[in-house]
């Protein structure tokens, strides 16, 4: 049902409840005097009948859900309440018998449709980032026909693989690749990313962002749900759908306390009709457990939080797939960080050639000609060099990865591997590689190019270490956490990066299967892992670790297999991320022992057990203390700050 529903609903009944208020049996006992007229009564049970059907209908068809579902919970215990009131209000009404709870009754609908709108006022709140990027995206885009002319349609009409024209100024309508133009690219909403990113040919461009002050002509290459734009919007709109450990506990908690309020209620009635032969009276005591008891702020307290601290992830670029990451991240003993493209910028560039065979061109071309048709970083960037080298790229043909070595392929005829040092070190033990070792001891990565198991050559490269990197595993140690890093390298270029970055525990020269081994073993020993990667390759690791963060987003590796997507591809929201669970979990606890504690103490009062020294809790007191209770754990969610 719709926030706007419940504001409507709550209105209506809040003026329907003033003349009760002065008709009702409450106001006669609190001013001695009441308003009375010829079909008075009859005014009173229909006021108090619409606002019982009117009001109360959220509540008494969610019980009937509820019920069907064989989950007595929140709804159940609401509509119990508000069914013995009216009922036991209708029967006093005409036989003059006793006090009738329209006023209660009444009053109770009342709070219990401000609470939910209060909820779900909140909630939407919560999910403003969520509507803000779905605003992102354009109504129309500019579409190149193949005679070259631009035809506007709409956004619903474009397919992949058209093409479209971004004129300068203009929000991207679709993700695509670069097909004419350069420009600069502003993705700060969707990214975090402030600076404006430069894009040429052949780069990515996705969908809402704002293009710079030139055209650019896109090939398009998801749309819709396909889109990046869509697929954060699916992730953060699914996180906040998603029902947490915590969350789970405080449903168990509103069920029991349903079955404790009918019991205290039973008893209450019980207790009170035999010590005072009073009916009435008994029903009284029954009916204000039950309007006490009804766990309106308990269903509250974990949503809000979670809400919140949802919404305060996606607008620092964190990217919530999986609840229970908002608590797990905090009790994270060990952060396991995947080396290339995490905590080095994934960019490298070619240091030093050495070929024993032919020209060192010769050997970038045969190289770069392999991995060519290879995704890599290592391999983008060998072949980025050779382009800007200007040299040609020769064919080739049966181009295979060899996992955890490198690859193998054939060009014009001729048998070659490009294979890592440890290859190396394990087959051609008699090949002298000094100066290729003195190089990776320098940080250095070296792929060496064999034809038919004969040394070529070796290409040396270096991949510059983050600058945020440092300021991340140093914040971690702060935090009382260990820095790990998991890395295909050589245990040379590990050592080297992890000196720099001061990391505790360094695996090297690991397979992809290898780094979910690795998780593992550190999980037997007590360890709670949280492993951090570009979520293609470290897929496996990601999935064992306790908590999977994936760098960069819109694979759908890292949608499939972590928790968490970093968007602004930064590891030093980590650090962000492990601040924020702490004190969403403490928001948590809060809230719960807000809702919870207040029905420890009130239920007992509303039994009536001070009723010898004076103290009662009618059910109109009742009710508003609970919705105190509701708005302080409403407004305890929305104020929690980072």
Known sequence: MKHSNFKKRFFISVILTIPIFFMSSMTEMLTGAKVEFPGSNWVLLSLATVIFFYGGWPFLSGTIEELKEKNPAMMTLIALAIIVAYVYSV?????????????????????????????????????NALKKMAELLPGNAHLVLQTGKIKDISLQEVTTGQTVLVKEGEKVPTDGEIISGETDV???????????????????????????????????????????????????????????????????????????????????????????????????????????????????AIPLVVAKSTSLSAHNGLLVRKRRALESARLVDTIAFDK???????EFKITDMVAIHGTEQDLLQIVASLEAQMSHPIATSIVKAAKEE?????????????????????VEGKTYQVVNSKYMAENLKDIDISKATALAKEGKTISFLLQDHSWVGFIAIMDEV???????????????????????????????????????????????????????????????????????????????ADLGVAIGAGTDVAIETADVILSKSNPKDILYFIRLSKITYRKMIQNLWWAAGYNIIAIPLAAGVLAPIGIVLSPAVGAILMSLSTVIVAINAQIMKV
């Open 390 to 410: 200007d040299i040609s790229f020769m064919t080739a043909k049966n181009v295979k990865a060899i996992s955890g070595v490198g690859l193998t392929g054939k």
């Open 340 to 346: 290339t493209g995490t905590l080095t910028e994934g």
């Open 91 to 127: 029967a006093i009404l005409f036989s003059s018998n006793g006090m009738n709870y329209f006023w209660e009754l009444a009053t109770l609908i009342d709070i219990m449709l401000l609470g939910h709108w209060i909820e779900m006022r909140a909630v939407m709140n919560a999910s």
């Open 186 to 300: 502003n993705e700060a909403l969707l990214t975090g990313e402030s600076k404006a990113v430069n894009k040429t040919v052949g780069n990515q461009v996705i969908a809402g962002s704002l293009n710079g002050n030139n055209a650019i002509k896109i090939k398009v290459t998801a749309t819709g749900e396909d889109s990046y734009l869509s697929q954060v919007i699916k992730l953060v709109s699914d996180a906040q759908k998603e029902k947490s450990k915590t969350e789970t506990i405080s449903d168990k908690a509103a069920k029991l306390l349903f079955y404790l309020a009918l019991l205290v209620g039973i008893i209450t009635f019980i207790v009170w009709f035999s010590l005072s032969n009073d009916w009435a009276e008994a029903v009284n005591r029954a009916v204000t457990v039950l309007i006490i008891a009804c766990p309106h702020a308990l269903g509250l």
């Open 466 to 544: 983050r600058t945020t990197a440092k300021d991340t595993v140093q914040g971690l140690h702060e935090l009382g956490k260990k820095a790990m890093m998991l890395t295909g390298d050589s245990q040379n270029v590990a050592k080297t990066v992890g000196q720099i970055l001061n990391i505790d525990y360094i695996e090297s020269e690991l397979l992809p299967q290898n780094k979910a081994s690795v998780i593992k073993d550190y999980q037997k020993h007590g360890k709670k892992m949280m492993m951090v990667g570009d979520g293609v390759n470290d897929s496996p690791a990601l999935a064992t």
